[in-house]
């Protein structure tokens, strides 16, 4: 049982780089989001998509993109990495109303020099 | 403010003890509320779902009080094993949760 799959495990990158961190998940749920995890800041919502084809911005999205072409797919763009987004970046997936436990996927380690 | 709100803690506990929890929100027109566990450089996991009547798995007790917009978790009988941070959740209306800071937990001999 997959779940839900996060890479890379860890990056680094250096201010102003792109790169993409990659989601999915094999339970077939419609909902999907990205946190961020900071020291003393809990998760903090960045985006999220309650379907294929539909995204909204979370609570901090600033610097952030995201698409979801497939219901398995959500990947988080950066696209110019600065070091207020080194963090810990979770994916989670939930199935539709009625169960609204999360999975998470095991997290990715991001630090911007 | 935020939405969800809790003691950072650390809560340092001997094992065996009793330790409760509390976590306040806002907007009371919230439906669903939850605890989940993380374990050190892991992902959260979800502990519980917090009903209005209350619930009970083994030795955690969650409560939900709408009356005062907290909700709480109950640990008895501590072991090692419970050494945690302990997030809560709300349900918002997008149907993804808003979760707090959480509460570290350290259960120690």
């Known amino acids: ?113 | 403010r935020k939405e969800v709100e809790q003691d950072p803690g650390p809560f340092n506990v001997p094992e065996g003890a009793t330790v409760a929890f509390n976590c306040t929100y806002s907007n009371s027109a919230s439906q669903s509320f939850f605890w989940y566990r993380q374990d050190c450089r892991k992902e959260p996991k979800l502990l519980m779902s917090v009903y209005s009547s209350g619930n009970e798995d083994g030795r955690f007790t969650a409560q939900l009080n709408r009356a005062s917009q907290y909700i709480s978790l109950l640990i008895r009988d501590s072991k090692l094993s419970d050494s945690a941070t302990y997030l809560c959740a709300k349900g918002g209306g997008s149907y993804i949760p808003t979760f707090g800071r959480g509460t570290s937990l350290i259960v120690h001999p």
Request: hydrophobic share 30%; with cysteine; net charge neutral.
């Open chain 1, 1 to 113: 049982n997959a779940g839900v799959t996060q890479t890379p495990k860890f990056q680094v990158l250096k201010t102003g780089q792109s790169m993409t961190l990659q989601c999915a998940q094999d339970m077939n749920h419609e909902y999907m989001s990205w946190y961020r995890q900071d020291p003393g800041m809990g998760l903090r919502l960045i985006h999220y998509s309650v379907g294929a084809g539909i995204t909204d911005q979370g609570e901090v999205p600033n610097g952030y993109n995201v698409s979801r072409s497939t219901t398995e797919d959500f990947p988080l763009r950066l696209l110019s990495a600065a070091p207020s987004q080194t963090s810990v970046y979770f994916c989670a997936s939930r199935s539709g109303q009625g169960n609204e436990k999360l999975f998470f996927g095991s997290g990715t380690q991001l630090s911007v020099l």
